[in-house]
Every structure is written in structure tokens, then in C-alpha cells.
């Protein structure tokens, strides 16, 4: 049986976010493996950025349950009303310095990243969001919001938490097992771990990433 783990009031199992995809093959592999959500970037600062065009492609190739996730960072009401009206969004990742206000106003569910420097007042830091559906733990390298490949000392992260987290940050197959052991996240979120070049992902490196993480889960 799969250990599971209490945060805010509710019971979950450890979760599993494949991030930067940039391929339909990616995308299959992920759902395959048993991954829980996918994410797609759309800030075009990032080697994982994918169109509209590309994204829907992806899009169209996955199960019905497999959760949509969009990476944004510091974008206009226009493009984001333009990426829900395009996509089957089913939830937004906000990266930048978006207001609690800004993030609720297209009533869907998001996640708010936060950087590894926010620990230390972390319940303040969320109870400003309080429609967020989660907190993404992620460190922050030379302006990059997310696959930087760097891990940040996870003992900063408070044991006692009011809300759900999520792990991110230089996770990968060798490491997910003793993070989720260590931090007990609600989930866990990987890009340039299961990957042999920036936005191509390795199935088979997918695969043990979930398994690590979902054995660790059970210990």
C-alpha cells in the first residue's frame, strides 16, 4: 500500500509533475510512466518554451486525466486569456512576481513557485495566496524560473506545513527518493533530471524517476 501524506486537512499520495515538455513523445511517455501532470513553458526565456501550436500538439496526444500545467512568468491579461482560449489548460504554474490578485482573476487553479529563499517565512508567504492550490519549492539560478538542474538544502524547508507543497529543483532519479523521505512533499516536480538535452526528455529516466519517488513514498 502507498504511503500517504497529510498536508492542510487532506490526504494525498505523493505526486509526480514531468516539466519542459517540448514533445508529443515526451508528453505519451510521461502519462505512460504514471506521471500525475505535465507542464508547458511559456516564457520565452527559457530553452523549454513551446508555441501555442506545439503546446496543442502535445496537448491532443494526452489521457483525459493527466493534468495540464501552464509555466507563466509576469505575462499580460491578453496572453493568458489568449493561452486559455487556445489550450485545455488545467492549471497555471505562476513564476514571476504575480499578485494573489492577478493569479485568481481568470478563475483557474493554480500553483504559486516560490524561491528557496522564502522559506524561512513560508506560512506568511502563503497565506497570501489563499485560492493556490499549492506552494512549488524551486531554487532560482542567473534569472532561470525553474529546470536549472540545482538542488537547494532542503533542510530550510519547515517540517511543519498549513498548506501543500511541492518539491522542486535539481531533483532526478538518484535524489527524488531521499527528498520526498526527507521533505514529505505533496509532490514533486522534475525537468532537466530526466532529460539528455534541454526540453528531451529520456524515457526510461521518467520511469525510474517515478518509481524512486513513489517507492520512497511507501518507506
Same mark, same amino acid.
Given at each position: #500500500?502507498?504511503?500517504?501524506?497529510?498536508?492542510?486537512?487532506? =490526504?494525498?499520495?505523493?505526486? $509526480?509533475?514531468? =516539466?519542459?515538455?517540448?514533445?508529443?513523445?515526451?508528453?505519451?511517455?510521461?502519462?505512460?510512466?504514471?506521471?500525475?501532470?505535465?507542464?508547458?513553458?511559456?516564457?520565452?526565456?527559457?530553452?523549454?518554451?513551446?508555441?501555442?501550436?506545439?503546446?496543442?500538439?502535445?496537448?491532443?496526444?494526452?489521457?483525459?486525466?493527466?493534468?495540464?500545467?501552464?509555466?507563466?512568468?509576469?505575462?499580460?491579461?491578453?496572453?493568458?486569456?489568449?493561452?486559455?482560449?487556445?489550450?485545455?489548460?488545467?492549471?497555471i504554474q505562476w513564476h514571476?512576481?504575480?499578485?494573489?490578485?492577478?493569479?485568481?482573476?481568470?478563475?483557474?487553479?493554480?500553483?504559486?513557485?516560490?524561491?528557496?529563499?522564502?522559506?524561512?517565512?513560508?506560512?506568511?508567504?502563503?497565506?497570501?495566496?489563499?485560492?493556490?492550490?499549492?506552494?512549488?519549492?524551486?531554487?532560482?539560478?542567473?534569472?532561470?524560473?525553474?529546470?536549472?538542474?540545482? =538542488?537547494?538544502?532542503?533542510? $530550510?524547508?519547515?517540517?511543519?506545513?498549513?498548506?501543500?507543497?511541492?518539491?522542486?529543483?535539481?531533483?532526478?532519479?538518484?535524489?527524488?527518493?531521499?527528498?520526498? #523521505?526527507?521533505?514529505?512533499?505533496?509532490?514533486?516536480?522534475?525537468?532537466?533530471?530526466?532529460? =539528455?538535452?534541454?526540453?528531451?526528455?529520456?524515457?526510461e529516466k521518467i520511469k525510474?524517476?517515478?518509481?524512486?519517488?513513489?517507492?520512497?513514498?511507501?518507506?
Amino acid at each position: #500500500m502507498q504511503r500517504v501524506i497529510w498536508h492542510w486537512g487532506y =490526504c494525498v499520495s505523493v505526486q $509526480v509533475k514531468i =516539466c519542459g515538455v517540448t514533445r508529443e513523445i515526451d508528453a505519451l511517455a510521461a502519462a505512460d510512466a504514471g506521471a500525475n501532470a505535465i507542464g508547458l513553458v511559456f516564457w520565452p526565456g527559457s530553452k523549454r518554451a513551446v508555441s501555442l501550436e506545439r503546446a496543442a500538439d502535445i496537448c491532443a496526444v494526452l489521457p483525459p486525466l493527466v493534468t495540464v500545467t501552464a509555466l507563466m512568468v509576469d505575462p499580460t491579461v491578453e496572453q493568458v486569456e489568449g493561452l486559455l482560449e487556445a489550450l485545455p489548460i488545467n492549471l497555471i504554474q505562476w513564476h514571476g512576481s504575480e499578485s494573489p490578485k492577478f493569479c485568481e482573476q481568470f478563475r483557474v487553479p493554480y500553483i504559486r513557485a516560490l524561491p528557496a529563499s522564502v522559506c524561512g517565512k513560508l506560512e506568511s508567504v502563503m497565506a497570501e495566496y489563499p485560492s493556490a492550490r499549492g506552494f512549488l519549492l524551486d531554487a532560482v539560478d542567473n534569472g532561470q524560473f525553474g529546470g536549472t538542474g540545482h =538542488c537547494f538544502d532542503w533542510d $530550510v524547508i519547515p517540517t511543519t506545513r498549513s498548506r501543500p507543497i511541492i518539491l522542486a529543483g535539481g531533483l532526478n532519479p538518484a535524489n527524488v527518493g531521499e527528498a520526498v #523521505m526527507k521533505v514529505r512533499p505533496s509532490a514533486v516536480d522534475v525537468s532537466s533530471g530526466v532529460e =539528455c538535452s534541454p526540453g528531451i526528455k529520456q524515457p526510461e529516466k521518467i520511469k525510474q524517476f517515478i518509481h524512486a519517488a513513489r517507492e520512497a513514498a511507501e518507506a
